[in-house]
């Protein structure tokens, strides 16, 4: 492109023949170098502009690609959060419904462990109250017959008051007989009277049939053969023997 100057200086060699007119060319390219010369600074400075433009695009562009690489490492590090936070929420879900399903298992545990407890503490409390009961029932009962129930009156036994009797007397008369055998050998024996119980025994066993008591009956007249032969036999007085009320010889 020619500059403004060097259109100024360019010169036109002469024609020998049907030339221009040299006045009107000068003219024509003074005009024609002042117009170039205004399209040629604003040319520059339009140039100039641009390229500050174009600087200016590429440090947008430059702005523009660390934008989207932040952009891009922001969409990422939110993905990896999302997943993350997606895997923590499925995994503590997961196990939030095994921690629930084991105390749920327990507590339904406890539940029948309880229930069986109270099953048993009811049932061991009904039988109570039923003893309760059936025993207020037979103290009642027993109350209620309270007023018929008499306590028996203890009657004397004759029979064993007349058998006491007769076995003191006896053991008086034995030790009475025993020294006063020894002072009379030679007494007479139709002063004496042979023990004989027969008779006694017979009149105290009526009255006792019914209560069955047996009292085993000592004859003292084979006594005397026991013993030894120098000794005389023992005779006993029932001039003294004495028996109950009812009863005499």
């Keep these: 492109m020619l500059t403004p100057q060097e259109v100024a200086e360019h010169a036109f060699s002469k024609a020998s023949f049907g030339g221009y007119n040299m006045a009107q060319v000068d003219k024509f390219l003074d ?3 002042e117009d ?5 600074k604003e040319s520059a400075v339009l140039k100039n502009k641009m390229k500050v433009l174009v600087d200016k695009v590429e440090e947008y562009r430059a702005t523009e690609d660390a934008m989207r690489m932040t952009l891009l490492s922001a969409q990422k590090m939110a993905t990896a959060m999302v997943a993350e936070a997606e895997s923590k929420r ?3 879900i997961k196990r939030a419904e095994t921690e629930v399903q084991t105390r749920t298992l327990d507590i339904r545990r406890e539940i029948d462990n309880e229930q069986a407890r109270l099953a048993a503490a009811q049932a061991s409390t009904a039988a109570f109250v039923k003893k309760l009961q059936e025993l207020y029932r037979r103290e009642q009962d027993y109350l209620d017959h309270l007023s018929e129930i008499t306590a028996p009156v203890p009657k004397a036994d004759p029979v064993e008051k007349a058998v ?3 076995e003191k007397s006896v053991a008086r008369l034995v030790e009475e007989a025993t020294p006063a055998e020894k002072d009379e050998p030679d007494e007479d024996p139709e002063d004496t009277k042979e023990l004989d119980l027969d008779p006694v025994l017979s009149a105290v066993s009526q009255p006792a049939q019914k209560k069955e008591n047996k009292f085993e009956i000592i004859d003292l007249t084979d006594q005397p053969a ?5 000794e005389p036999p023992r005779r006993i007085r029932f001039e003294d023997l004495q028996f109950g009320k009812d009863y005499e010889l």
């Design 31 to 33: 005009i024609l170098t």
């Design 226 to 230: 026991k013993q030894d032969n120098t």
């Design 90 to 92: 499925d995994e503590a």
């Design 164 to 166: 006491s009797d007769i």
């Design 36 to 40: 170039y010369t205004t399209l040629y």
